[in-house]
């Protein structure tokens, strides 16, 4: 049974300038151990979509004016501020992509790390103290009691993200909500962060969503993946199906633009124009300006789903494009 | 932050402190007229006399060494026209005043300001956020001398709650700590506001929002430290500007303060009452200053000073 089921999920700013459609109506769900992966440029949604149902955007101007958010079949979308709290940091914890502002400048590394202890499993401060030193050095920082009582600035990026994945652990959640967790880290470091992350999850059987822009990334750690663009959802799958067979224009445009390191390369191939403005986008399929494949029934409607293969699925006219 | 830290700034006060004192003297000694030129004539044998009694007749130089050479045994001499009077009396009678005044004032100003701009951030843009912020326009804006006479007409006069001048008992220090408090009031309100607003925005909060604390809690665990800082750095000047433009309200209410003293001895070519108290406030600046530098590193451990 899925964990975590989202559907038909909405959410728009509404700014002086318009209604932003930042999430235009997207669907998926994760089961426990999945990792999924939510891939797409920067503007896409990916963040918005998540943050949104957690409440952790300003309201105003955010709104959600349609879907539903079942966690173990209950949607989260309908449940009091209160409710919500007591799931927030527990059951579902979050790390975010910039390690190096996401934790409290003001105050040690001990303090916030307790935190999470405290409030939701009612832990003495003793107790809480003594389980986030062994959080800490799960997450493979060495002397974690000097670094309890330590200050943010004095670690690096890195060890940062580690506390931070310690303090998202802390209370063993069910669903782990990674921001583009790597992506403020170099590379070397972003390899360590995601064996980690892979190793907790073999551990605990959570669930990861996984948000990043980064293809390789994805490859490294998800099992499925969901391609999302100006607020839409244009393919799913296993990440091997669509590495390999995508049937969706953008997602191989969006493979063709990575680097490679195997093939020998002049110029990298871009996807031409640019994200299209989410307060103007109509009722047809946003990459209509963009797609070397489009049809006239792309600028009237967006596609529903059809379906490739067992779990995969993709939102496109057209059928045969090569 | 060391030891030697805060020895090294106390021992750059001492150039700075000479500077001020060489500064101070020879510009009001070059101001035109003198302590006997008032417009009664005295005569020539007993201006003579008046002046060979404060040292006048020497030259300047002279004079500048001996006040220095006084100032380093803490005597700030005596008054040229309070007769009988030295400095250091008139000072250890008026400041502790002035002082208590400030203290008052500024607890007012902080206890105001600070919960009604931490209201304000808490619920920005709505009745709670624009009633404080349009009052704290009107604090800024006022003068003391018209907040002064209305809070007297209202409390003193027309409701006869709190009497209207003197320095006896409590109620007299509640309308002048109040008149002098309500400006800084006001821009700790907005100081408040904007370093709570900031740090609302930080990735900091929503981590914590992430991780399930109530609003209250991040209200005062997470946002209270970093918010707090723009108006820990205000206090300084502050403490040191509250104590030394008492001068309206310690007229209004009648108060024995320093602020007289410091504004008629500037008129009256007062020699050394102007140096005595410009040094004081000098050093009481400084000292302010040199605590809320202190200040910040507990309250900001990325803040270092070598």
């Given amino acids: ?322 | 932050m060391g030891l030697t830290y805060i020895l090294r700034r106390l021992l750059t006060m001492i150039p700075v402190f000479l500077l001020v004192v060489t500064l101070v003297f020879f510009m009001i000694r070059f101001a035109p007229g003198g302590p006997f030129s008032a417009e009664k004539k005295v005569p020539a044998q007993v201006l003579k006399n008046l002046e060979a009694k404060y040292h006048m007749d020497e030259p300047l130089i002279q004079q500048y060494f001996r006040y220095l050479r006084d100032l380093s045994r803490f005597d700030l001499g005596p008054s040229f026209k309070h007769s009988n009077r030295t400095v250091n009396e008139i000072i250890a009678e008026a400041f502790p005043v002035s002082m208590e005044l400030g203290l008052i004032s500024l607890c007012w100003a902080l206890l105001i300001g600070i919960s009604a701009g931490g209201l304000a951030a808490l619920k920005p843009n709505t009745f709670y956020d624009y009633i404080p912020m349009s009052l704290s326009i009107l604090g800024i804006c006022l003068p003391t001398f018209v907040v002064g006479p209305v809070m007297v007409l209202i409390f003193g006069l027309w409701l006869n709650w709190l009497p209207v001048a003197g320095w006896n008992s409590w109620q007299d220090r509640l309308l002048p700590s109040l008149t002098l408090g309500f400006a800084y009031a006001a821009y700790i309100s907005r100081l408040t506001r904007g370093g709570f607003m900031e740090i609302r925005h930080q990735d900091f909060i929503r981590t914590a929002r992430a991780k399930g604390l109530t609003e209250t809690q991040i209200l005062l665990k997470h946002s209270l430290r970093g918010g707090i800082l723009p108006v820990v750095s205000y206090l300084g000047p502050a403490l040191a500007g509250i104590i030394t433009g008492a001068l309206v309200t310690e007229t209004i209410f009648n108060i024995p303060g320093l602020g007289r003293f410091f504004i008629e001895s500037a008129l009256n070519r007062d020699y050394t009452v102007v140096m005595g108290t410009s040094l004081l406030y000098f050093t009481l600046i400084f000292v302010c200053n040199f605590l809320v530098d202190i200040f910040y590193v507990l309250l900001d451990p990325r803040v270092k000073y070598e």
């Fill in chain 1, 1 to 322: 049974m899925a964990i975590l089921e989202i559907k038909n999920l909405k959410a728009h700013f509404h700014t002086r300038r318009g209604v932003v459609k930042a999430v235009n109506g997207i669907s998926y769900s994760i089961e426990p151990g999945q990792t999924l992966g939510i891939v797409g440029e920067s503007g896409s949604g990916k963040s918005v979509s998540q943050l949104s149902y957690l409440k952790l955007l300003p309201s105003p101007p955010l709104k959600i004016p349609e879907g539903e958010v079942l966690f173990r079949g209950e949607n989260i979308l309908a449940m009091t501020e209160e409710k919500l709290r007591t799931i927030r940091g527990n059951k579902i914890s979050m790390i975010f992509q910039e390690p190096m502002t996401s934790l409290n400048p003001y105050l040690t590394i001990g303090s916030q790390l307790i935190e999470p202890l405290i409030i939701h499993l009612k832990k003495s401060k003793r107790d809480a103290w003594k389980e986030a030193c062994a959080a800490l050095s799960r997450v493979g920082i060495a002397e974690p009691e000097k670094a309890m009582k330590s200050y943010p600035h004095e670690f690096s990026g890195g060890m940062r993200q580690r506390v931070m994945i310690a303090m998202a652990l802390t209370t063993r959640p069910e669903i782990l909500i990674a921001d583009e967790p790597t992506t403020a880290l170099d590379v070397t470091v972003q390899a360590q962060i995601l064996d980690l992350l892979r190793e907790i999850q073999k551990e605990t059987q959570m669930a990861i969503i996984l948000i990043t822009h980064d293809l390789g990334v994805i490859a490294g750690l998800a099992d499925k993946m969901v391609v999302m663009y100006a607020g839409r959802i244009f393919e799913e799958g296993p990440v091997e199906t669509l590495f390999h067979q995508s049937e969706h224009p953008y997602t191989r445009a969006l493979l063709r633009s990575t680097p490679r390191v195997d093939v020998l390369q002049d110029k990298i191939p871009v996807i031409g124009g640019s994200i299209p403005d989410l307060s103007q986008v109509g009722q047809g399929c946003p990459f209509y300006e963009r797609c070397e494949f489009r049809t006239d029934i792309c600028q009237i409607t967006f596609p529903t789903s059809r379906k490739i293969a067992h779990n995969h699925e993709t939102f496109c006219h057209v059928e045969k494009f090569q």
